[in-house]
């Protein structure tokens, strides 16, 4: 399969900080991979998804989106992707329905495929009548599924969501992960993701990049982790990686 | 204990290094400008000493000028006119304003037993309190004048029946003229204090209130964006940075363009409204049933439109328009430093404190302008208040009404070039990452100490 993501070497550093944001990342995601970034509290995850979302400039090295330079040609790199903040909001005034509208249209180039997004958006969202409710008085989980069901209803290349399901209670947090595991299977869409949650990770991702200190250490399917690090689950792979630097 | 603990958070959470600077800031404001108007006032209030140029040589009119000066209350400064430019007579004499006693006043009192004029000239200051308190103190020499002219003792001694002395007292037959930038116009100072007052205080204000609703309204918009991640959503969508920003500004300048066209019509219909009120008065003082000679009155208060275009006081529809398109420039700035500054908050404390620079740079020249004019500063005072952009909104009025029009067109064009800087550095920040990688939070460290209101900057 085409790899829909390739990032090679990229490089962050912000102004007036001593150490690397992000150093030297190197990964790929291919069509219909779930692709998961995981690592403690600043390791580096949303700098180097915030890299490929073409909101900040690389200090060196370059990511491909669909064959296009993040560097180079950003506005067709943003054709191909949608972002998803981590505690991202939503125009609290507008409803549910006219936000998707909204959306779809900085997309869709005419009406029926602005119109087919929309329909989509309302589909995945599963909010139904409450769609017509100004945002302002829904909840978190709602605002989550709402601009989870704006990120892909544009069927993008690469869905990027920086911690997809963070604050939500476990119901909305398991559909949510339903969700996502079935646009890759059905809809061939690629999904970049970054967790804290090992075992949300273990559930939905196909690959895991351990990241620490601006550094991607170790890359692999989780199976293939456990395995080679002899550990019963994600989270003991994660704790040696992070804590003691080991990589095998 | 608890209820201590309670209140020493609060307290930390209000009592901000940047509260506490614009606490002093405030104050030190205030201390600087009551300074400034005290002077002011003491300069306008003082009527002990009139001016006054007698051109009576009648028996009458020395005595009863000898009767003023005798009294301790009132000190005569003496001038002669030479002639009836009274403008340039003020002007070139250095006074503020002056009596006039014509020629043939005690002739008229005594002899014919006849009303007879005295005229009065003050002349108009430029902008802010000062034109006002100008008027003020003009009243203050009138009623001195109105005592001593009709002192019922010196008029008997001249032979003067009580009826006689009703007659002439009656309508006090004082004429009053008013100077203003040259132009001498035969009007009463006060009868103009509803229009200085348009100048001094209800236009700043307006402007003032304008500039921040607009500011906090554009501010508010995009601080919000950027902390409800809106605005990451936006950048990462397939639509160019420059159309994101330029689709806000444009809002705010359409919304701005409605704001000042509202404050236009607003002010239109002020002058109206106060040209209706002349002539309100004008029936009422005919209204009067009183055996009162009614020229007098009416000449105080028929004529304001006369005497506002005499005196350069009253704006064409140009002028509208002029005023107009300064007030757009000033808030089309006000708008761009705002969107940078928004742009700039981590967090809704932070977007209070980012609203100081704006604050500050539009109450200096709201204070000043309602207190003096900015004009008739000295050069370097002026040219650091005039650094400030919105400093040519407050002035634009008084410039055009005073036809200053290159003080108008160097404001207005110091405003383009102002607005043009400040959009280039709100395009630089939209299409570069410094949207992003700079950011102002409030006092981190104090809050991490503290431990509350540690709100979480960037996240790496």
């Not at chain 1, 006219?98 to 309302?122: I, P, Q, W």
Request: some cysteine; glycine content about 6%; charged content about 20%.
């Amino acid at each position: 399969m085409a790899a829909v993501l390739e990032v090679q070497g990229l490089s962050k550093k912000y102004p007036k900080k001593e150490n690397f944001a992000a150093d030297e990342v190197s990964f790929s995601v291919e069509e219909g991979e779930i692709f998961a970034l995981i690592g403690p509290n600043g390791a580096g995850k949303t700098t180097t998804i915030r890299m490929i979302s073409t909101l900040i400039q690389p200090t060196s090295g370059d990511a491909l989106v669909a064959g296009h330079s993040i560097i180079k040609e950003p506005d067709k790199v943003r054709e191909n992707i949608t972002y998803l903040p981590d505690e991202a909001g939503a125009y609290k005034t507008m409803t549910g329905i006219n936000y998707l509208n909204f959306m779809a249209g900085l997309f869709a180039k005419d009406k029926e495929t602005l119109d087919k997004y929309v329909a989509r958006g309302k589909a995945v969202c599963g909010l139904g009548d409450r769609l017509e409710e100004k945002i302002g008085g829904y909840s978190r989980g709602m605002i989550r599924k709402l601009l989870l069901a704006r990120a892909v209803m544009t069927e993008p290349k690469l869905a990027i969501m920086d911690e997809a399901t963070s604050g939500l209670d476990i119901i909305n947090a398991l559909e949510i992960r339903k969700m996502i595991k079935t646009l890759a299977k059905e809809q061939h869409m690629a999904f970049l993701l970054s967790s804290h949650n090992m075992l949300e990770i273990e559930y939905v991702s196909d690959r895991v990049g351990i990241i620490t200190g601006g550094k991607l250490m170790v890359v692999g399917k989780i199976d293939e982790l456990k395995e080679r690090y002899e550990a019963a689950n994600l989270e003991e792979v994660f704790e040696r990686v992070v804590k003691n630097n080991e990589v095998r | 204990m608890r209820f201590g603990n309670l209140l020493k958070k609060e307290l930390r959470e209000l009592i901000t290094k940047q509260a506490i600077i614009s606490m002093v800031f405030t104050m030190v404001l205030l201390i600087v400008m009551g300074q400034i108007m005290g002077s002011a006032m003491e300069e306008s209030f003082d009527t002990s000493t009139i001016t006054l140029c007698n051109q009576d040589d009648s028996e009458f009119t020395k005595e009863l000028l000898a009767k003023v000066e005798a009294s301790k209350e009132t000190d005569i400064n003496y001038v002669s006119l030479e002639s009836d430019d009274y403008a340039a007579e003020l002007e070139r004499l250095g006074i503020k304003n002056v009596v006039i006693i014509p020629q043939g006043y005690g002739e008229s009192i005594i002899d014919k037993k006849e009303p007879a004029q005295i005229k009065f000239v003050s002349k108009m200051q430029n902008g802010g309190m000062a034109a006002s308190m100008s008027t003020m103190s003009a009243s203050d020499v009138i009623e001195t004048i109105e005592s001593v002219c009709t002192d019922e003792v010196l008029l008997k001694n001249y032979g003067l029946s009580d009826k006689d002395i009703t007659l002439i007292r009656e309508p006090m037959q004082l004429v009053e003229y008013t100077t203003l930038n040259g132009k001498t116009s035969r009007i009463s100072a006060s009868a103009l204090s509803a229009v200085t007052m348009m100048q001094s205080m209800i236009a700043p204000f307006a402007i003032f209130f304008l500039l921040m609703m607009a500011s906090q309204m554009i501010m508010t918009a995009i601080s919000t964006e950027k902390i409800d991640k809106t605005l990451e959503t936006l950048l990462s969508a397939p639509v160019s940075r420059l159309s994101v920003l330029s689709a806000k500004m444009v809002a705010a300048v359409i919304s701005a363009l409605m704001n000042a066209a509202f404050m236009i019509v607003g002010f239109a219909f002020y002058m109206l409204g106060m040209m209706g009120g002349a002539v309100d008065d004008i029936s009422a003082a005919v209204n009067t049933p009183a055996n009162v000679d009614m020229s007098a009155v009416a000449d105080a208060a028929a004529d304001l439109p006369r005497a506002m275009a005499e005196l350069g006081l009253s704006l064409t529809p140009v002028s509208y328009v002029l005023f107009g398109l300064q007030l757009f420039f000033t808030l089309a700035i006000g708008l761009s430093i705002s969107l940078i500054l928004g742009a700039m908050a981590t967090d809704v404390k932070s977007v209070q404190t980012l609203t100081m620079p704006i604050m500050i740079a539009v109450l200096i020249p709201f204070f000043i302008s309602m207190f003096m004019d900015v004009n008739s500063m000295s050069t370097v005072f002026k040219l650091i208040v005039y650094a400030i952009p919105f400093t040519h909104t407050y002035t634009a009025l008084t410039n055009l009404m005073n036809g200053d029009m290159l003080t108008y067109w160097i404001g207005l064009v110091y405003q383009i070039a102002f607005f043009a800087v400040c959009m280039f550095l709100a395009v630089k920040m939209f299409t570069t990452d410094k949207l992003f990688t700079m950011s102002f939070s409030v006092d981190s460290s104090k809050a991490k100490k503290s431990g509350f209101g540690a709100k979480k900057t960037a996240s790496k």
